[in-house]
């Protein structure tokens, strides 16, 4: 078990350009979240994936951002246009699915984005 | 709306005091919550998770207590090297979790 990995870990960049942010889940891992956490806050959820179907998406993604999981593996989420509020944590998480009891998610260190 | 809403916002502990944090929620049908730690400069690392009033699950100095309006999340004699923010989230549907603010805890030597 390696863990979850997520590259980079920091991302400087100026508003209006546009980010891409790589996660690699735990390998036998079939389920894989994306969420934002900003200083204080607690995570929020932005998407989940089963495998490489995108199922839920949070109706306060904007449309600038776009996640996908080709061949169910790893992840990438992009942000295009960037504006300063979206500064924050972005963080991975994978599982390995089944019953609510068994849903433990697993977390990547995240990738701090700062949009100045 | 589902909330989930964590109290103390802070709070700084001696060695071995123990006391409690709250997790209070408002859901529309509670599938499971989940406590997380999560130290500076890293992801939540998962503790437990609770699907029934009156459950409780223990690991070491830590124990989880679910009622159908709230958890609780006990710390006996803390050490300092459970200092860390206590992150508590609810399961309502489909596949995401909603967190609370989370408790930043200290604990002094």
């Known amino acids: 078990d390696t863990g979850v990995s997520q590259d980079p870990r920091h991302k400087i960049t100026k508003r209006g350009q546009n980010v891409t942010f790589r996660c690699d889940p735990i390998s036998e891992h079939n389920r894989l979240y994306w969420y934002r956490q900003t200083l204080g806050q607690g995570p929020e959820f932005l998407t989940y994936f089963q495998n490489e179907a995108q199922l839920e998406k949070s109706r306060l993604l904007s449309d600038r951002f776009s996640a996908e999981r080709p061949k169910g593996s790893f992840s990438t989420l992009e942000i295009q246009r960037t504006e300063q509020g979206d500064s924050a944590m972005y963080l991975c998480?994978?599982?390995?699915?089944?019953?609510?009891?068994?849903?433990?998610?697993?977390f990547g260190s995240g990738t701090q984005l700062s949009v100045l | 709306e589902d909330q989930v809403t964590q109290s103390p916002e802070a709070l700084r502990l001696q060695e071995g005091e123990s006391s409690s944090l709250n997790c209070s929620y408002t859901?529309?049908?509670?599938?499971?919550l989940f406590w997380y730690r999560q130290d500076p400069g890293k992801g939540p690392e998962f503790l437990f998770t609770?699907?029934?009033a009156g459950e409780e699950k223990e690991k070491e100095r830590l124990k989880a207590t679910l009622t159908k309006k709230e958890s609780f999340l006990h710390i006996t004699a803390p050490k300092p090297e459970d200092s860390a923010t206590y992150l508590c989230?609810?399961?309502?549907?489909?596949?995401?979790?909603?967190f609370g603010a989370g408790t930043i805890l200290r604990v002094k030597s």
């Open positions: 989230a609810v399961q309502v549907w489909g596949n995401k979790l909603v």
């Open positions: 609770l699907y029934s």
């Open positions: 859901v529309s049908g509670l599938r499971g």
């Open positions: 998480a994978s599982s390995s699915g089944g019953q609510v009891r068994d849903e433990k998610l697993f």
